[in-house]
């Protein structure tokens, strides 16, 4: 990858869809994460406005020193750079006690989580109508068009996403030259909905690398049945999640009326 000139072809359409879209500049929640650093990033090169906001919700006190250091970074290089900090953490804790009572706790968990997204998209499109700005989606190629790994209408709620076609390691290349903090760097990926420590590949059981191998191989028009071991296994999981995720990758499905009944 020519990465300096990817660099420069992301920013430059960036810029040209704020013009068009008459749009002052971006909105982006800033997570700790690489994906979040290098789009919030490559927004700032713009020169259009940039609001970055923190929305922690329970969240490890790492990624919120995490977010907090690049947004220090990107204010002191770039001066159309503003943030707030937005704590989500008594909404969704007043949400919960609003909510209808379970049996067992663990059933709702992955409801819970992907309401934490939810509550961030609310929070960007807040301040998107009120400064007239664009929210910015973080999601790679990986997670939008390969196993579907966020949360529809959370994270996946977004008017434009610079770096969807840019595979994870892509994601990392770029870091590197736009002088990323190397502790966001190393940090393993993670979504940071649950509290706790897990990372992406705890929950998917895949690396990205190996996420990555596997949408060549199916480019490539190999199957589950010619591989063995670790690759036959990484196959399935990267099947099982893209099918299971298949319903946000496409168009909301409209029932159609035929003519004749109306």
Same mark, same amino acid.
């Given at each position: 990858m020519q990465t300096e000139k990817v660099i420069d072809h992301i920013v430059n359409w960036l810029k040209d869809y704020a013009t068009n879209a008459k749009c002052k500049g971006f909105v982006i929640g800033i997570s700790g994460g690489i994906d979040s650093a290098v789009t919030s990033t490559l927004c700032a090169k713009t020169g259009l406005d940039l609001l970055c906001l923190e929305m922690p919700i329970h969240q490890a006190e790492s990624q919120v020193t995490r977010a907090s250091k690049h947004i220090s970074w990107l204010k002191q290089d770039?001066?159309?750079v503003k943030s707030h900090s937005v704590n989500l953490t008594p909404? #969704?804790?007043?949400?919960? +006690?609003?909510?209808?009572?379970?049996?067992? $706790?663990e059933d709702r968990f992955m409801s819970l989580a992907n309401t934490r997204a939810r509550l961030r998209m609310t929070s960007l499109y807040y301040f998107a109508a009120l400064e007239g700005y664009l929210v910015t989606g973080t999601g790679n190629k990986v997670e939008d068009f390969g196993v579907g790994f966020y949360t529809k209408y959370g994270d996946g709620g977004v008017d434009l996403s610079p770096i969807a076609d840019l595979l994870k390691t892509e994601v990392y290349d770029i870091a590197k030259v736009l002088g990323i903090n190397q502790e966001i760097i190393k940090a393993a990926p993670t979504d940071g909905l649950w509290g706790d420590d897990r990372t992406d590949e705890d929950q998917i059981g895949a690396s990205y690398p190996e996420l990555e191998w596997v /949408?060549? /191989? +199916? $480019?490539?028009?190999? $199957? $589950?049945?010619? #591989?063995n071991g670790r690759e036959k296994e990484v196959f399935r999981i990267f099947?099982? #999640?893209?099918?299971?995720?298949?319903? +946000? /990758?496409i168009p909301i499905p409209v029932c159609e009326i035929p003519i004749a009944l109306k």
């Open positions: 770039f001066s159309n909404v #969704f804790n007043q949400l919960i +006690k609003s909510l209808p009572p379970v049996n067992n $706790e /949408m060549k /191989m +199916k $480019e490539e028009g190999k $199957e $589950e049945g010619d #591989f099947n099982k #999640f893209n099918s299971a995720n298949w319903h +946000k /990758m």
